[in-house]
């Protein structure tokens, strides 16, 4: 299966997967109406899973740990979801509003087939950090600890994305209850003295990296204190 990672539009193409996966659920407990037999097989194959991949990652779509988890729930049809989760409360509002719709499966399906997506691919020397920016400042904000996982993250291959996103940043957010964007504040706050509006975060934070003068994966996993793993965890090449 082809892999791309999103930049800009990841809540958009959630929304479309969870409203998809409530329709293939709700078409399979009769709630609703599917004109032709093969719509759910279709739906299933063609939007959700991967048919012939057996791993961990045959969901067509990969969220954040804590998220995926809920995913994983709901695709695998595990009556135990995950509360809690924006994902599951979701999911569940699209089951509610399709077992009240007078629409069959198949308008509900081609109504979202009907959706316009503008896809911009990047090249290898592209900057995606800039870009999501750029893309990020006519949108719906993100919170200031967001855009730091992006800056830190965003440009690193998929690989080590996803393991220092599991081993160091994961670890950040729940020892911080999820308030990172609080907790880095108080962060720079200690370190520089100035306490940043909290709307400004951020953009101290990559000023307070760049004066750091060392890679800004070293400054937030491993010189902010409380947070993470061993240093011999870490790899030598990133120490800057």
Known sequence: ???????????????VYLLLAALLRQIKSGAIEARKDTLPEFIRYEYLMDRYDE????LKLKLVKDDQEALGKIMDEDDHLVEGSNVTENYRYFL??????????????????????????????DDAQLIFE?????????????????????????????????QYWNIIEANTDYEVSSFIRDYIAAKTRKTPIISRVY???????KAFKTDSRWL???????ITAESSDWDEPIRG
């Open 55 to 58: 791993s961990d990652q045959k």
């Open 96 to 125: 509610e509003r399709i077992s009240q719709t007078d629409l069959s499966a198949d308008q509900l399906k081609d109504a979202v087939e009907s959706l316009e997506v503008i896809d911009i691919m990047l090249e290898s020397d």
């Open 220 to 226: 937030i996993f491993y010189g902010i204190p409380c």
């Open 1 to 15: 299966m082809d892999r791309r990672v999103l930049i800009d539009g990841q809540q958009r193409v959630t929304t």
């Open 134 to 166: 750029s893309l990020n400042s006519t949108g719906l904000s993100l919170s200031e600890g967001d855009k730091i996982r992006n800056y830190v993250l965003m440009n690193l291959p998929e690989d080590l994305q996803n393991r220092y996103y599991e």
């Open 203 to 209: 953009p101290s934070f990559r000023s307070y990296a």
